[in-house]
């Protein structure tokens, strides 16, 4: 092999005229955040026509509420998953911590008792990003910890009782316009920008980058650990939130209530198409994952299905959605020749 | 053709009393085989016949299709045309392969190490004991013979790891054994040690066919040599009817000679020329004592095979593996206590060996692989700017020959070449005064290979200092002006490549004395 | 030294079992009272049992949330099928329920190429939705108190059947991983999933198998559970599968796979043991019991790696002379 046969090699051959109807179908089914962006929205103009008692204000506004919450631990958690450490399985402790922190504050008054909750949830959140980022641990464990020790120190400070916040709380009743209450405006925000923090910033590709090959950001001189650090303390801060406005409901706080966040928000983030290996995904997908698994719920209720059903139908479409991700990755990877 | 003719190579071949005829008898014969990977032709319409009771090596550079063909009478790969059959019988079709990446796991002991490529799995229980006999035999043909068996595999020095590698082979009880390069980085007495046993292994009627890329034990070891080029066989035949320089030139193509560093033009003041320092450079028992300068307008590189420590200071260079002794200085800047996104900020860069591990990421677009390193360039007030991205996507593709019209491309569904093309791009991007690659042209296509080498030359010519480690020759002749050759840790030579002779070369990295 | 590199965290742990033991024994003199002694070998017996079938799954790279849900799935089956269909039937039927959970975990993680986690998260939301499916909204109870009490009596003032019964599967299950050929093919797996497969291990069935022992388990567990409260309630179990994830990983189990054993798995769950039983005999509340829970498991998680590369680098220059070259992997 000299420069001789060199200099006769092939150039790449020209790319075949782009249809862009075909390209944009194929770019859409390629990308499993935007199918289940399509199936969940689907499934609510069904769910409207078909499903009676639906497509009401009332069902609606309870549907989104419901959703809200979950959703904001959702998207939060999906930042650490993203980032290629699989789950914090701590979410539930974290909300319920911060349901106790924001009522024991709530004399203080409303915006800061949710401060303090959110304040908490970062810290909690930076605890742990410290161990799984810097020191390495396994994400699992350290979080199965984190959660027992909240709960621990929640328990041994509250006696086991409930907390009822001195305050008034009900500025995060409110509705805005009328229409849409506080928690559903946060979670849309919060949706927004976390969708374009993780599309447009400099951070959002570090997290990314790290999700999908740690090894190549490193071969860059990216180092791994401060966002890894970022991807926790994000997360706590919205289970931080999450408990706030949960409490700020009731004004009350107890362990009681972080109920099964954390396990719905692992599932909104699956099947919203956020790839468990890391890298793929957008924050969207958990807040959309969010919104069809409440849907589901919620019309299956409206059918008179029963809430064990209900469950049956998450486990199944969370085995469904980690399938369906991975047969993607696994043939968007194995794609080189 | 008598035995006394081989005696003309380098070392006295130790040989039975007994006037060794070549076999005539085949065990294992390769009939026109071929094999494509997406668009390459791996494997051209081989054929070749392997007998028993002798060493057959096959020799090949990088590519020239030798590991795809073991792993095609292996069984691992499946040929797209022709046929692999045992003329003796089915009684002698068991084929043992020794790979070239380790295969033993390293959590489980020796013995269950041994024990799995026995396959004697079937049965409920280990019966650890009833195999013991026969795992020690084995060991002690690999020189392991005193080798604690319940030893984690984890806990053994890499060179006992290719040693029980080969012992696995030996268990497994095979007619024919495939060696990929068994002895790549064992020393000396290891390495008398696994002729030793090839012998004996042949002597009982074994075939074994045996790859490898030193010279020496080729001459040393080989009743017979079959050559590889592009997939094809180029030669093949008893031991006696090569030398060196033949062999040499079968492997390369008639015109290797002539392959020769492109020149470009600098386009740098004189003055401005970046310049690196190496002084006494060591890190621990990897490699200790080297010192070479190298500048922008010349490319400079380590050469040397696997185990002779010229990765390792590519590697160190660049922060990742530390370095014990000796300093580094970057034009005016002492560098010390390097880590990788330290040596990055002093405006090293990187280009790693293993691009699908660690060169790229696959499920990226190009645009985005390319701009991996170099976020802040493509940003304002930690945005990121399409356009800049784009822009810089665009001008870095132009530098390394890819095609700016496919930055939006998933990098996982180009090919090879094109994928070290942008895993280069990504250590372009960051604008370097140092790039560092480590094996830059490994498993990919000529042509890739041309324009990456134009490429490197141009970027050289633009004020960067270029640093290669290679192990091929060819790429060393076609790419470097300076060659340094290290042999087991130490640097032997540093000559520009002008004025040293292949043969040189080669028996500096074999023998790491000067020629 | 080479059998320091198997057994170090064995032995640690036991050690450190016994060292809780004698405090407790020393401060408190209840302590060593035969009740206590029952009450002690009957919690250790249960979590060694769940933390061993977890054990096995992870010693082969993987992870199984769902037996927080397959304990009280498993209760709720053999309590509901047992009181309509006969005891022997209705355990059975657990038991198979569970194995089938098992089944679905190894197959769609294997086959899949997916990790085990984001599965088990899907099928224990499953496992709990049928507990509640199960329950229908009822109180299930069992009428026929006999077998749980059989279950329960002490037998020379200390143990119990149900303990005996665990036990005995937890040893089976030590014997499977030390002596048969699924023991290595496990670890093998677990120790490098690609080797393993290049090497023609079948990946598919070890992982299924795995996950089948640890849904085993855990159904086993929980069916004997609810015929000993003869009544089962629907839920997660997450503080049981809480604390065999800390007794696995005290015993040397990492999350990575290929290490750790079954002893050092008994082990951590003694150690569990005797610190919560001696604790609440001296009036410690749950809520600090689970704290210390999860104290000790960040601690282990926390000196893991070092812990592992001592004993490594001991075990290497414990052979001849300082090799060359550090093992990297090509």
Known sequence: MNTKIAARSTQQKPAAPARPLAEAIKRITADSSAIIAVTTALLFILACIFVNGFATVTNLRALFLSVSLVGIAAVGLSIITIVGRLFALSVSAMVAVSTIVFASLLHTGPWTAMAAAVLFGALAGAVQGFFVGRLGTDPIVTTIAAAAILIGFAQIVTGGRNVQGAGDASVFGQTIFGVIPVQVLAFFVLTVLAWWTHRYTVLGRRVTLVGLNEKAALVSGMRAWPVVLFAFIASGAMAGLAGGLLSSESGQGNLQLGGTFGFDAITAVVVGGVSVKGGTGNPVGAATGAILVGLLGNALVLLGLSYEVQLIFKGVLVLLAVVATGIASNRQSGRKR | ?515 | MVRLYWHFRTLLAWSLAVLAFIAFAVTNPAFLNAGNIYSLLQSFAVLALVATGLALVMIAGEFDLSIAGTIPLAALIAVKVGETAGIPFGVAAAIAIAAAVGVLNGWLTAHYSVPSLAVTVGTLVLTIGLGFAVAGGQIVTLTNFEPGLWLDQAIAEIISPRALIYVVLVVAAGWLMAKTWSGVKIRAVGSDRQRSSASGLPVTRVLILAFVISGLFAGVTGALQGLTLASGAPGSDEATLLQAVTAAIIGGVALTGGKGSIPGVAAGAMLLAVVGNGLSLQGTSTAIIQLINGGILLLIVIIDRPLNSIVNKSVENSMSPPQHRVPIDH
């Open chain 2, 1 to 515: 053709m008598c035995v006394e003719s081989l005696n003309v190579v380098l070392e006295p071949i130790k040989r039975n009393e007994v006037n060794v005829v070549l076999s005539t008898e085949v065990l294992l014969s390769v009939n026109r085989i071929s094999k494509s990977f997406g668009g390459a032709k791996a494997l051209n319409d081989v054929s070749v016949d392997f007998r028993a009771g002798e060493v057959h090596a096959l020799l090949g550079e990088n590519g020239a299709g030798k590991s795809t063909l073991v792993k095609v009478i292996a069984g691992v790969v499946a040929a797209d045309a022709g046929e692999v059959t045992f003329p003796r019988g089915p009684e002698s079709a068991d084929v043992a392969m020794v790979f070239q990446e380790l295969s033993v796991i390293p959590e489980l002991s020796v013995r269950d190490n041994m024990a799995l490529s026995m396959r004697r799995t079937s049965g409920l229980l280990v019966r650890r004991e009833k195999l013991q006999e026969r795992m020690r035999t084995a060991l002690a043909s690999a020189g392991l013979q005193d080798l604690d068996l319940d030893m984690p595999v984890e806990a053994l020095p890499l060179a006992k790891r290719q040693l029980l590698e080969i012992a696995r082979g030996l268990v497994a009880d095979a007619r024919t054994l495939i060696l990929d390069e068994p002895t790549a980085t064992l020393s000396d007495i290891e390495i008398s040690r696994v002729h030793e046993v090839v012998r004996s292994l042949v002597a009982g009627g074994r075939s074994i066919v045996y790859i490898t890329h030193r010279m020496g034990e080729v001459f040393r070891l080989a009743d017979r040599i079959t050559i590889m080029r592009s997939g094809s066989v180029v030669a093949s035949g008893p031991t006696a009817g090569f030398t060196m320089d033949s062999v040499v030139t079968h492997m390369l193509g008639e015109e290797h000679t002539a392959g020769e560093a492109i020149h470009v033009q600098e386009n740098f003041s004189p003055e401005n020329r970046r310049k690196l320092h190496i002084r006494e450079l060591a890190s621990g028992h990897r490699f200790s004592d080297v010192s070479f300068n190298a500048q922008a307008g010349e490319v400079t590189a380590l050469f040397g095979q696997i185990g002779s420590g010229a990765d390792d200071v590519v590697r160190a260079l660049v922060g990742l593996i530390p370095v014990t002794a000796g300093d580094i200085q970057l034009n005016e800047t002492q560098l010390s206590a390097l880590s990788r996104p330290k040596s990055q900020k002093h405006g090293i860069a990187y280009v790693s060996a293993d691009r699908v591990l660690e060169g790229v990421f696959l499920s990226g677009s190009v645009a985005q692989n390319v701009s991996s390193g170099a976020l802040a360039g493509v940003s304002r007030l930690g945005t990121i700017r399409a356009e800049l991205e784009t822009d810089l996507a665009r001008s870095v593709a132009t530098k390394v020959a890819f095609d700016p019209a496919r930055i939006r491309v998933p990098v996982g569904s180009l090919s090879g070449g094109n994928q070290q093309k942008i895993a280069i791009g990504r250590a372009l991007a960051t604008q370097p005064d140092v790039l560092v690659l480590n094996e830059p042209t490994r498993g990919v296509d000529i042509g890739a290979r041309a324009e990456i080498y134009r490429a490197l030359r141009q970027l050289s010519a633009n004020n960067v200092i270029v640093i290669v480690y290679s192990s091929d020759i060819v790429e060393l002749r076609e790419l470097a002006d300076r060659v340094i050759t290290m042999f087991r840790g130490r640097p032997v030579s540093s000559n520009r490549t002008t004025d040293v002779t292949d043969s040189q070369i080669l028996t500096e990295i074999l023998h790491g004395a000067k020629a």
